[in-house]
Nanobody, 125 residues
Framework: QLQLVESGGGLVQPGGSLRLSCAAS????????IGWFRQAPGKEREGVSCINSSGDRTNYADSVTDRFTISRDNAKNTVYLQMNSLEPEDTAVYYC??????????????????WGQGTQVTVSS
């Protein structure tokens, strides 16, 4: 059974950077589209950034465009989310998720069928 593990969250000051990692054991992520989603207290879950299996298509939420970068290293079986210029509004639990859908649909949540446990990102001075 595919299991995803997120890491790299933490406390950072506004304007700082973090890199989140999404790794899998016993399964190769190369066949899956991977998405990063986040949920802040009292808010709906939102898609942050997603990448197709080959890595040549990506999507970003408007609020993170030009600040966040998604990438994947299939040799390391890991997908990354580089987050720069972090803002307090980025505070949330970040989840990575995998999709086996035949067609890549970006960050449509119901197309992702395996989810990690999440990692907390807190942006505060």
């Amino acid at each position: 059974q595919l299991q995803l593990v997120e890491s790299g969250g933490g406390l950072v000051q506004p304007g700082g950077s973090l890199r989140l990692s999404c790794a899998a054991s016993e399964f190769t992520l190369a066949s899956y589209a991977i998405g990063w989603f986040r949920q802040a207290p009292g808010k709906e879950r939102e898609g942050v950034s997603c990448i197709n299996s080959s890595g040549d298509r990506t999507n970003y939420a408007d609020s993170v465009t030009d600040r966040f970068t998604i990438s994947r290293d299939n040799a390391k079986n890991t997908v990354y989310l580089q987050m720069n210029s972090l803002e307090p509004e980025d505070t949330a639990v970040y989840y990575c998720a995998a999709s086996r859908a035949f067609y890549y649909s970006g960050c449509v949540p119901w197309t992702y069928d395996t989810w990690g446990q999440g990692t907390q990102v807190t942006v505060s001075s």
